[in-house]
């Protein structure tokens, strides 16, 4: 049984979803047991969610704690995730002890993110640099750059650090 959390963390327009889809697929084709909780699709289904840092390191506490109840069944569960706070990143990995838990950096431009966002017709809040200052940190497992690598390229990084 290949079970694991993959947290991918990086800014809006990074490549956390490509990479979701594209990984989620290839783990269906080889018949492992995966759960995605994919950042914007989690949060439609909260009420009364706001954009401020409370609300978001609770979202983050939501999905985590989603992550571990699938990969307690046996699942492979990819988490995609801002989390642009350090001490959020900390606690997801804390909260996991024990746990098989990695955590993807995707490291991308603002600039890239932001024309993203924009051909994807996705939130352009982006563009006020001010509401995502990500924290960057040496914790993480994997970084990929995604403003140099395409979605196959940074698969390809993502499957043999997976080993799948």
């Known amino acids: 049984m290949f079970r694991t959390i993959l947290w991918l963390t990086g800014l809006p327009g990074s490549g956390k979803t490509s990479l979701l889809k594209k990984l989620s697929f290839n783990l ?3 018949k ?26 609770n979202i983050g506490l939501l999905k985590i704690k989603e992550a571990v109840k699938f990969y307690d069944k046996g699942y492979f569960v990819i988490v995609t995730g801002v989390a642009y706070k350090k001490k959020w990143r900390k606690g997801l990995r804390k909260f996991c002890k024990q746990r098989d838990y990695k955590e993807v950096y995707l490291k991308s431009s603002i600039a890239k993110c932001i024309k993203r966002n924009i051909s994807q017709k996705k939130n352009k ?17 994997l970084k990929i750059n995604t403003s140099c690598l395409d979605l196959h390229k940074s698969y390809i990084k993502l499957q043999k650090f997976l080993k799948i």
């Open 28 to 30: 269906k084709k080889k």
């Open 32 to 57: 492992i047991k995966k759960k995605t909780i994919d950042g914007d699709q989690f949060r439609k289904k909260i009420t009364n969610f706001e954009y401020d840092n409370n609300t978001r390191e």
């Open 125 to 141: 809040d982006l563009i006020n640099k001010n509401n995502y200052k990500y924290e960057e940190y040496r914790e993480y497992d």
